[in-house]
């Protein structure tokens, strides 16, 4: 693992993310419904080299950092800062209502890994044009699993904003270990910078990460090992029982 480097603020990518002037995200009206979202849009949020979203599904994660993501200019869809590929529509319109200040001297490149869009990433990249040999024809013929380790493997490297979100969803327990070792080589250069939506508590084990956890309240700051993910899979490896015997129907 890389030595970390305390990176100046002017390397990061992005330095906060806050509502744009003019603001038209009414309360009450979806997605400024979402607490998270809310918060988002009244307070701001500065960013770190890596920024964890953890919570229970619809807590908004998703939505921050599709949002983070399209307004620092990464196509919705998934893929790097040049992707230009759509299928359906589907995000929200947060994106519109954001300003993202970025750092005076990071780089401008990004990519945005998003599990369940990664299919039709493919698609774009197999039917690129390129000067030789396509490198990302070969991705369809993978795993899912194998596909994404691939993507990690050749995309996460150039200085950048790598926004994630949930990909524990195709990787195993060691590739889950391989992604934090990853990240976290990433963010020691000081010239990268990871923000991750993530049910896994090994993925949110990132060393140094700022873990904001996400409820009805919105997001606030929970060091990992306070997290109710974390307790939650602790308690169940010591007792499986103890949450089973909830959704198992009696014989």
Same mark, same amino acid.
């Given at each position: 693992?890389?030595?970390? @480097?305390?990176?100046?603020?002017?390397?990061?990518?992005?330095?906060?993310?806050?509502? +744009?002037?003019?603001?038209?995200?009414?309360?009450?009206?979806?997605?400024?419904?979402?607490?998270?979202?809310?918060?988002?849009?009244?307070?701001?949020?500065?960013?770190?080299?890596?920024?964890? %979203?953890?919570?229970? #599904?619809?807590?908004?994660?998703?939505?921050?950092?599709?949002?983070?993501?399209?307004?620092?200019?990464? !196509?919705?869809?998934?893929?790097?800062? #040049?992707?230009?590929?759509?299928?359906?529509?589907?995000?929200?319109?947060?994106?519109?209502?954001?300003?993202?200040?970025?750092?005076?001297?990071?780089?401008?490149?990004?990519?945005?890994?998003?599990?369940?869009?990664?299919?039709?990433?493919?698609?774009?990249?197999? !039917?690129?044009?390129? &000067?030789?040999? #396509?490198?990302?024809?070969?991705?369809?013929?993978?795993?899912?699993?194998?596909?994404?380790?691939?993507?990690?493997?050749?995309?996460?490297?150039?200085?950048? &904003?790598?926004?994630?979100?949930?990909?524990?969803?195709?990787?195993?327990?060691? +590739?889950?270990?391989?992604?934090?070792?990853?990240?976290?080589?990433? +963010?020691?250069?000081?010239?990268?910078?990871?923000? %991750?939506?993530?049910?896994?508590?090994?993925?949110?084990?990132?060393?140094?990460?700022?873990?904001?956890? &996400?409820?009805?309240?919105?997001?606030?700051?929970?060091?990992?090992?306070?997290?109710?993910?974390?307790?939650?899979?602790?308690?169940?490896?010591?007792?499986?029982? @103890?949450?089973?015997?909830?959704?198992?129907?009696?014989?």
């Amino acid at each position: 693992m890389a030595r970390r @480097r305390e990176p100046s603020r002017h390397a990061l990518p992005v330095r906060r993310v806050e509502a +744009a002037d003019g603001v038209d995200l009414p309360r009450g009206t979806w997605p400024r419904s979402v607490p998270a979202v809310d918060q988002l849009l009244t307070e701001g949020l500065d960013l770190g080299p890596v920024t964890v %979203l953890v919570g229970e #599904n619809g807590s908004g994660k998703s939505t921050l950092v599709e949002a983070v993501a399209a307004a620092y200019g990464l !196509n919705p869809e998934g893929g790097s800062t #040049n992707a230009m590929h759509s299928s359906r529509r589907s995000e929200s319109a947060l994106h519109e209502a954001l300003r993202v200040s970025r750092g005076l001297t990071a780089s401008k490149w990004g990519f945005f890994l998003r599990a369940e869009t990664m299919h039709g990433l493919y698609t774009y990249l197999e !039917n690129l044009e390129t &000067l030789g040999d #396509n490198p990302d024809d070969d991705l369809h013929e993978m795993s899912h699993g194998e596909s994404f380790a691939e993507i990690l493997a050749r995309k996460f490297r150039s200085p950048g &904003l790598y926004v994630l979100d949930e990909p524990e969803s195709a990787l195993s327990f060691s +590739a889950c270990l391989g992604l934090v070792g990853l990240l976290a080589d990433l +963010a020691a250069s000081g010239r990268s910078q990871v923000v %991750l939506a993530t049910h896994s508590p090994v993925v949110a084990a990132v060393p140094g990460a700022t873990i904001l956890q &996400l409820d009805e309240d919105g997001y606030h700051e929970v060091a990992w090992e306070d997290l109710a993910l974390v307790e939650h899979y602790r308690r169940f490896l010591e007792a499986p029982q @103890r949450y089973l015997r909830h959704v198992l129907a009696d014989d």
